[in-house]
């Protein structure tokens, strides 16, 4: 006999963006590089890494030249609070949205 107390719940969503990690539309900023002040970009050779280390959502990858998948980036900003020389800031994605890619 079921307990009356409990509720079977299950989920009345659909497959839709943000499905299997990916963030869909709901990022509020995005982060953006400069590669000037970035560590590895300036000595050429792995060092640091503290972004790549760091992202919970591994949207970073472990180049030379760090990239963002922003397809899993998530717009924490992690990456730019751990980064120690300051190379990485996060912008509000409305400003990409105006067309001012960077």
Same mark, same amino acid.
């Given at each position: 006999? *079921?307990? /009356? $107390?409990?509720?079977?719940?299950? /989920?009345? /969503? @659909? =497959? %839709?963006?943000?499905? =299997?990690? $990916? @963030?869909?539309?709901? $990022?509020?900023? $995005?982060?953006? +590089?400069?590669?000037? !002040?970035? @560590?590895? =970009?300036? /000595?050429? !050779? &792995?060092?640091? &890494?503290?972004?790549?280390?760091?992202?919970?959502?591994?949207? *970073?990858?472990? @180049? +030379? #030249?760090?990239?963002?998948?922003?397809?899993?980036?998530?717009?924490?900003? +992690?990456?730019?609070?751990?980064?120690? *020389?300051?190379?990485?800031?996060? *912008?509000?994605? #409305? #400003?990409?949205?105006? %067309?001012?890619?960077?």
């Amino acid at each position: 006999m *079921v307990d /009356s $107390r409990f509720k079977v719940l299950t /989920s009345a /969503s @659909t =497959a %839709g963006p943000g499905d =299997a990690g $990916r @963030t869909g539309s709901w $990022r509020v900023e $995005r982060p953006v +590089i400069d590669y000037s !002040r970035c @560590t590895p =970009a300036k /000595s050429g !050779r &792995h060092a640091c &890494h503290l972004c790549w280390l760091y992202c919970p959502d591994a949207a *970073v990858t472990k @180049t +030379i #030249e760090p990239t963002f998948d922003l397809e899993y980036c998530k717009g924490c900003g +992690i990456c730019a609070e751990e980064c120690p *020389v300051k190379a990485i800031r996060m *912008v509000p994605e #409305e #400003e990409f949205e105006k %067309g001012d890619e960077q």
